[in-house]
């Protein structure tokens, strides 16, 4: 089982910035995927970005191209969302997943889950 531990979550004033991560207790294979999610009360869990390690790749949800960046550091197995020029639609609970191999078209085949950290948008 692979453990994710979130951090960086906090308050953000409109087209600020923030970063987030998510350490990793291990990579078990060659290439994983790595992801972001939001979620709000009442709403459906929306897929942010994702990042997989071998191939290299990052893939963006519409809404945040542009905006938010994906990264890893292999070193220290921690992912990282950054996060700028935000608006109040990108408030809510940041959670990353994990599966081993190629990202999964559905979600509920994600195998790991952090515990998830606020991030609120306000003036």
């Known amino acids: 089982q692979v453990q994710l531990v979130q951090s960086g979550g906090g308050s953000v004033h409109p087209g600020g910035s923030l970063r987030l991560s998510c350490s990793v207790s291990?990579?078990?294979?060659?290439?994983?995927?790595l992801a972001w999610f939001r979620q709000n009360p009442g709403k459906e869990r929306a897929w942010v970005a994702s990042?997989?390690?071998?191939?290299?790749?990052?893939t963006y949800a519409d809404f945040v191209k542009g905006r938010f960046t994906v990264s890893m550091d292999d070193d220290k197995n921690t992912l990282f969302l950054e996060m700028t020029d935000v608006g109040a639609e990108d408030g809510g609970t940041y959670i990353c997943a994990y599966r081993g191999g190629d990202c999964p078209l559905d979600t509920r085949y994600f195998t790991s889950w952090g515990q998830g950290t606020q991030v609120t948008v306000s003036p």
């Open positions: 990042l997989t390690t071998a191939p290299s790749t990052t």
């Open positions: 291990r990579l078990p294979y060659v290439n994983n995927c």
